[in-house]
C-alpha cells in the first residue's frame, strides 16, 4: 500500500500562526488544529493574537491547546508535526529544539519533526510546481533541518482546500428557511451578505441595492460595517446640502461577531455573498451560493493576477469577471452588472459546478495527512 495511502497515526502538532491583521491567518489555523484534533491528533496552536478566538470558537475544541507565542520550546519538546502558517517566523529557541530533535532522530533517538511551511492560497500556475518541494536549511539555529513547502490549492496538483468531513452533512441538515426567517428575511426577498475590505466598487453597488426590490443587505462586524456606515453618512450630508430627504433607506441589519459555523450558515442562507481574503471564500465555495472575492490588496499590484488566475480557475461568465474587476479597482469607474435573477443564476451555476469539481478531490488535511505519513 502507498504511504499516501496508510492511516494515519496520531500525532502532536504544533501549528504557529502570527496574526497579521483581520484574523484571516488565525482563523485558518483554527479550522485546520480543530480538524486535526477531531480526527484524534493533539495540537498545540500558538500564536501572538487569540483575541478572535473569543468570537469564532467560544468553545475551543476538545485536543486543542491554545497558547501564547513561545519564547522557549515546551520541556516536552517539539511536536512530530511542525505547522509555520503563511511564512511566519518560529522562534529561534523553538528552531534549536527542532535541530536538536532531528540531529537525535539522525542518531537513533527518536523520529525527528516534520517541518512544514502552510503557504497562502492562489490558483496561479506556481503553486503546482511548488507544492511539495523541500527546502534544506544550512545556517542558524535550525541548521540541518528541512522545510517542507505545502501550498493550498484548486487542483489535484496541490495541497486543495479544507474541508472538515461531516461539511456537507451539516449543510445537508441545514434550516434555511428558519435561518432566514430569525434574520427578519421575507419569503422572495434576495439575502446579501457582506464581508469585505474596503473595496472600490462598494458605494456603487449600495446605490444599485437601494434602488433594487425586495432586497435586505447583511453587513458583517468591522471594516464592512465601518465602510458601509461611511456611506450612509455621505449620502445623508449630500442629502442636506440639497436640503432633500435622505431617500429610501436600503433594508439592512447589522450583524454581531459571530463563530465560524454560524458564518458558515450565514453563507449557505444568502442569495449572494461578498467575501474577502482566503478563508472565507474556500467557505463561500463550499456553500454553493452566487459570491463576489474582495482579494486581499497588495501594494505591488501582484493580487490582480492571483484573482484573474482564480477567475480562470472557476470559468467564471463575463458578467461575474466585470463584477470581481470593479469591486476590486481592477477598472476603476466600471459599471456593475444589475444583479437580477438571471445573472444571480449563472453565478450560482458556476459556483455549484467549481464546488464539484472540489469535492471530486481529497480535501487540504487528507493530503496533508498523506503527506505527514509518507515523509515521517
Known amino acids: 500500500m502507498n504511504a499516501s495511502h496508510l492511516p494515519p497515526s496520531p500525532r502532536t502538532w504544533d501549528v504557529f500562526c502570527q496574526v497579521i491583521d483581520n484574523f484571516g491567518d488565525i482563523g485558518v489555523c483554527w479550522r485546520l488544529s480543530a480538524d486535526l484534533a477531531a480526527r484524534g491528533h493533539a495540537v498545540r496552536l500558538w500564536t501572538d493574537d487569540a483575541s478572535a478566538l473569543a468570537w469564532m470558537a467560544p468553545q475551543g475544541a476538545a485536543g486543542v491547546q491554545v497558547l501564547p507565542w513561545p519564547q522557549q520550546p515546551p520541556p516536552s519538546g517539539p511536536g512530530d508535526v511542525i505547522v509555520e502558517a503563511f511564512g511566519c517566523e518560529i522562534p529561534p529557541a523553538f528552531q534549536a529544539a527542532i535541530g536538536a530533535a532531528t540531529r537525535a532522530a539522525a542518531n537513533g533517538a527518536g523520529r525527528a519533526p516534520l517541518w512544514i511551511n ?126 432633500q430627504p435622505p431617500g429610501d433607506a436600503l433594508p439592512m441589519a447589522y450583524l454581531e461577531p459571530c463563530t465560524q459555523p454560524a458564518f458558515d450558515e450565514m453563507l449557505w442562507a444568502c442569495d449572494l455573498n461578498c467575501v474577502r481574503g482566503e478563508d472565507s471564500l474556500v467557505r463561500a465555495l463550499w456553500a454553493g451560493q452566487p459570491f463576489v472575492w474582495h482579494i486581499y490588496p497588495q501594494d505591488d499590484g501582484a493580487h490582480h493576477a492571483k484573482l484573474q488566475a482564480f477567475l480562470d480557475w472557476l470559468q467564471a461568465p463575463p458578467s461575474l469577471r466585470a463584477m470581481h474587476a470593479a469591486w476590486n479597482g481592477l477598472e476603476h469607474g466600471a459599471a456593475l452588472p444589475e444583479l437580477s435573477q438571471a445573472t444571480l443564476q449563472e453565478w450560482r451555476d458556476c459556483a455549484r459546478a467549481a464546488r464539484q469539481r472540489l469535492l471530486d478531490q481529497q480535501d487540504l488535511l487528507t493530503r496533508l495527512l498523506g503527506f505527514v505519513a509518507e515523509k515521517s
Open 118 to 243: 502552510l503557504e497562502y492560497l492562489s490558483a496561479e500556475p506556481y503553486v503546482e510546481r511548488s507544492h511539495r518541494l523541500a527546502s534544506p536549511i544550512f545556517s542558524g539555529p535550525a541548521a540541518g533541518c528541512t522545510r517542507w513547502f505545502f501550498y493550498p490549492g484548486f487542483t489535484a496538483g496541490t495541497g486543495g482546500l479544507l474541508r472538515e468531513p461531516a461539511l456537507a452533512q451539516r449543510q445537508a441538515r441545514f434550516d434555511r428557511d428558519a435561518w432566514r426567517a430569525r434574520h427578519a428575511i421575507a419569503p422572495g426577498e434576495c439575502a446579501i451578505s457582506l464581508f469585505c475590505y474596503e473595496p472600490p466598487a462598494l458605494p456603487a453597488l449600495l446605490d444599485q441595492l437601494q434602488i433594487r426590490p425586495a432586497t435586505r443587505l447583511l453587513v458583517t462586524h468591522g471594516r464592512a460595517a465601518a465602510a458601509v456606515r461611511a456611506w450612509q453618512a455621505e449620502r445623508n450630508e449630500q442629502a442636506t446640502q440639497r436640503s
